[in-house]
């Protein structure tokens, strides 16, 4: 068991670090100068050398870069990510001030993206008639074909412009959170649905759902009682997807309805080659990603008795 | 086993018609959805009431960028000069129209001959919204520290371009302020009235003292313009508030006192179609970055679309004078005649827009006229330039050169919407006259990425300076600045220090008729002579607002000022 659980943890911290030093690769291999980037662009050409030069050494970048590496990594296990490039402020702060807006849009939309999956698989399962059921589990991927702007525009057209029912753009209480919330969820919702439609259909042909046929018991009362138990455990697998397509879809989300948030704010820092900002949104990912595995990894076995049976017996996975 | 599920499900009776109620109300929700979008819409019958100025109100402006820090003497993109304007003063006002330098914070000026030294008498009754005064010292502590920067504070050498050879500023007494430079700077006079990124608009002592990180509280960033910050929240919006006891307007735009409105919020937005809606739809009362292909639409809508073109050049071809091809000035001139101005004008352009008719915008003091003589469409004559050359028709209708083909590679910058499709009728058309222009159209990033190989790489830089002085030339291509056409020993049949001396003679002078002399003759040099650059188009920054919003200013840098802007209704 500890073996397992050192295990485990070793591979959440090695993906951390691997995100950190690929970041800081990746952005000084780039050919562009996050120095250059400091000036308009057109007057780059006119930029004195020594001007170019005092303001490297002000942010560091003048020193060798293997150098310039160790002191990032350094500062970072100290959590100290240095001052973004761009607005001068430390990096910690300037994630923490956007995390609560992308938490409550990710979280919102999570929720919103399981009711949605289960009311899919329950309805696909449900289902007596054929076209209805092809139909419904046609809806995944609908669902996450849809481009997320698309479909963040079009909500905006109707409710908003038209109807005026939501405000269109920025932070102002809980109904603007609404049409993000469901741009978000919709293309969040598809694997998962897809994923449960399966298990659905899956526990549905078992033989205890037989017996609760032979029993006596309604089409609904087995779904609800039986096969919803059961079958919506492997949900859990695909929890670090599920985070992916989040934050993934968090970036537009948050640019269409002009929302702040880490995810506009990590591609703003990657069109401004601001390292320390990217750095540090790359590294709260990856922290993210790492931790959610982990918890899943961690708790598997204790909803899944036969996981637990096999780590007692000492076949760790 | 499925059979025997079946066959106990089968023998239950079907009592639920759920299958047909939830298409009944998916089929409603489409339709009621695809009602509402194409809906008309019937609340835009507001009158325009001009008039007499309403006092208070919030003018909701939505724009694409954010600023990524409340200092105005830095910045790059447009919300940061824009709001930085609103929020300090400069010393001089440019007139938009004329291009004269007029008197803001200073009331007069005087220059010496060398123009090294310029002194600004300052106002007297001007403060900051702390209540701290404005003075020469606090001239002297501003300039210094936008031109040097300050390490320890994590401040850039902003101003450092703006001001090249800036020495000090001597305080003789409280209300004067002397600037020197190393070197002859006619520019610095326009300089002073800088209202575009990283401007030289003063901040209070207490401010000057704050580090970069510190200056991100809106709260501390103290100027003397008409209104000051409330909030800021990147990413999402800047509020900015009226400053009480305001009164130092420039003089030249005729406003007295305090500003109409209250309040102004800047509204980022990046989509476009989200900005547009907006309006329309009355959640904000004006918008920057209006598309090309959303002006009718608005406008037709009855919404008001101002703008003003972009100061300082046109958008440009820069000519690599010593990179094959593009050192031979017959396709250098090829290049200028060889694509029709009528086509990009009718296919790409909006009434916003027009066609460039020299390198200089028309609004630049100095600007001369070139569109009869080398900014024409004339593909026989660039054909006839190209044969007299040399270059000879391949079997792919390209030309040849001994055995080099006539490929011109082109680097140029994604950010206007007009670029890409301008460039590609340009492309069209030379290919006509046997030129292969490749294009090569990229985000900002990757520009400066590319742009550092320029010398080497790239015949043709394509990009725009703004600017409302004719010195922007010697800035853009002074061999020994910018040098946009990469002038060296190496370009043939180019003097360099003719180059030089032609366009370091515009810093030399601040008399208006030898300033529009010297001008001419730069662009005549640029243009005709050695033909190092091809004007294209002029862009514009454009606003559509509804009408019941007023007085909304664009200076000589083409960026807003809304110390005069009133809304009729008062909100």
Redesign the interface.
């Known amino acids: 068991m500890l073996r397992y659980l050192a295990l485990k943890i070793g591979r959440a911290l090695f993906v951390v670090w691997a995100a950190f030093s690929l970041t800081f690769v990746l952005l000084f291999v780039?050919?562009?100068?996050p120095v250059?980037?400091?000036?308009?662009?057109?007057?780059?050409?006119?930029?004195?050398p020594e001007?170019r030069e005092?303001?490297a050494?002000?942010y560091g970048f003048d020193r060798p870069v293997i150098l310039q590496y160790l002191t990032r990594l350094g500062h970072a296990l100290t959590g100290d990510f240095g001052?973004s490039v761009?607005?001068?402020?430390?990096v910690v702060p300037t994630i923490l001030?956007?995390l609560p807006s992308t938490l409550l849009l990710a979280a919102g939309a999570l929720a919103l993206a399981l009711v949605i999956a289960f009311v899919i698989a329950l309805a696909a399962t449900s289902?007596?008639?054929a076209w209805?059921r092809d139909l419904v589990e046609a809806l995944p991927s609908g669902a996450v074909s849809v481009p997320v702007?698309l479909s963040g525009?079009l909500m905006?057209?109707?409710f908003?412009?038209?109807?005026?029912w939501f405000?269109?753009?920025?932070?102002r209480g809980a109904r603007s959170l609404v049409l993000p919330l469901i741009t978000l969820a919709i293309p969040v919702s598809g694997p998962i649905a897809q994923l449960l439609v399966r298990s659905f259909a899956t526990e549905f042909?078992s033989?205890y759902?037989?017996t609760s046929?032979?029993k006596g018991a309604?089409?609904g009362g087995i779904i609800v009682r039986d096969v919803f138990r059961n079958a919506g455990l492997p949900a859990l697998t695909i929890a670090g997807i599920t985070f992916g397509n989040l934050i993934a879809g968090s970036v537009i989300t948050?640019?269409?309805?002009?929302?702040?948030?880490v995810g506009?704010?990590t591609q703003?820092a990657i069109?401004?080659?601001d390292v320390p900002l990217v750095q540090g949104t790359v590294v709260l990912v990856a922290a993210g990603f790492a931790l959610i595995n982990l918890i899943v990894d961690l708790i598997y076995p204790l909803l899944d008795p036969r996981l637990r049976a096999a780590l007692a017996t000492g076949r760790a996975a | 086993?499925?059979d025997?599920?079946t066959a106990?499900?089968r023998a239950?009776p079907?009592r639920k018609r759920w299958?047909w109620v939830a298409g009944a109300v998916a089929v409603l929700l489409v339709a009621g959805?695809g009602f509402?979008?194409t809906?008309g819409?019937a609340s835009t019958g507001r009158a325009a009431v001009a008039g007499a100025p309403v006092h208070g109100g919030t003018l909701q402006f939505?724009l694409i960028d954010y600023q990524?820090?409340p200092?105005p003497q830095?910045g790059?993109n447009y919300a940061e000069s824009l709001i930085g304007n609103n929020v300090t003063d400069k010393l001089t006002w440019q007139d938009p129209d004329t291009g004269e330098v007029t008197p803001w914070l200073a009331e007069s000026w005087e220059y010496n001959k060398d123009l090294t030294e310029f002194t600004f008498h300052l106002r007297r009754d001007v403060t900051f919204s702390d209540g701290s005064p404005f003075d020469s010292e606090v001239v002297k502590a501003n300039f210094d520290q936008y031109v040097h920067?300050d390490?320890k504070l994590?401040i850039?050498?902003n101003g450092?371009?703006l001001l090249?050879g800036y020495i000090e500023t001597l305080t003789p007494d409280r209300y004067t302020a002397v600037v020197r430079f190393e070197k002859p700077l006619a520019s610095f006079l326009q300089a002073s009235s800088f209202t575009?990124?990283?401007q030289p608009g003063f901040l209070s002592p207490s401010t000057l003292k704050l580090?970069?990180?510190e200056?991100?509280d809106p709260k501390k960033v103290i100027g003397t313009g008409p209104f000051v910050y409330e909030s800021w929240?990147?990413?999402?919006?800047t509020v900015l508030v009226r400053r009480k006891g305001y009164n130092w307007a420039p003089p030249a735009l005729k406003h007295r006192g305090e500003a109409y409105l209250d309040r102004i919020v800047f509204?980022?937005?990046?989509?476009a179609?989200?900005r547009t809606?907006?309006l329309?739809?009355g959640?904000v009362d004006a918008t920057l970055d209006v598309g090309t292909t959303d002006e009718k639409p608005l406008a037709d809508q009855g919404f008001k679309i101002i703008y003003r073109g972009v100061s300082g050049t046109s958008i440009f071809f820069n000519l690599n004078s010593r990179l094959f091809p593009t050192d031979d000035i017959a396709v250098r001139r090829a290049i200028q005649l060889g694509w029709d101005r009528e086509a990009i004008r009718k296919t790409v352009l909006t009434g916003s827009y027009s066609v460039a008719t020299s390198v200089l915008a028309p609004s630049v003091p100095g600007y001369v006229d070139y569109s009869g003589s080398v900014l024409r469409y004339d593909p026989e004559e660039a054909g006839r330039l190209l044969d007299e050359a040399g270059w000879k028709e391949g079997p792919d209708g390209i030309r040849v050169k001994d055995g080099r083909k006539l490929v011109v590679k082109l680097l140029g910058?994604s950010?206007l919407v007009a670029n890409k499709p301008a460039y590609e009728s340009i492309q069209q058309d030379l290919k006509k006259i046997g030129i292969d222009l490749r294009l090569t159209v990229v985000?900002?990033?990757?520009?400066?990425?590319?742009?550092?190989k320029?010398k080497t790489d790239w015949n043709v830089v394509a990009?725009?300076?703004?600017r409302n002085d004719p010195a922007v030339l010697n800035?853009?291509y002074g061999p020994a600045?910018?040098?946009?056409s990469f002038v060296t020993k190496e370009s043939p049949g180019i003097d360099v220090d003719e180059v030089t001396r032609t366009l370091g003679r515009l810093e030399l002078t601040l008399d208006p008729a030898t300033r529009k002399q010297y001008a001419k003759a730069a662009q005549d040099l640029l243009l005709d002579k050695y033909a190092l650059v091809n004007p294209v188009y002029n862009p514009s920054q454009v606003i559509a607002h509804a009408d019941h919003v007023h007085g909304i200013i664009f200076d000589a840098q083409s960026r807003n000022h809304f110390v005069d802007t009133w809304k009729s209704n008062g909100k």
């Open positions: 780039l050919p562009a100068d250059d980037l400091l000036f308009d662009p057109a007057e780059v050409n006119a930029v004195p001007v005092q303001v050494a002000g001052t761009q607005s001068g402020r430390p001030d956007v289902a007596r008639r209805v702007f525009i905006l057209q109707i908003s412009f038209r109807l005026g405000p269109a753009f920025g932070d042909r033989g759902v037989t046929w032979a309604t089409r948050e640019t269409v309805f002009a929302r702040q948030g506009r704010m703003a069109n401004t080659l | 086993m499925s025997l599920r106990i499900e239950t079907r299958p959805g509402a979008l809906r819409d939505a990524r820090s200092d830095w790059t920067g390490e994590g850039n050498p450092a371009i090249p575009a990124n990283a580090s970069a990180e200056r991100t929240q990147p990413q999402v919006k509204n980022t937005i990046p989509e179609s989200v809606g907006s329309t739809s959640a910058i950010n985000p900002i990033p990757d520009y400066t990425a590319l742009l550092t320029a990009a725009n300076r703004s800035l853009q600045l910018g040098n946009g």
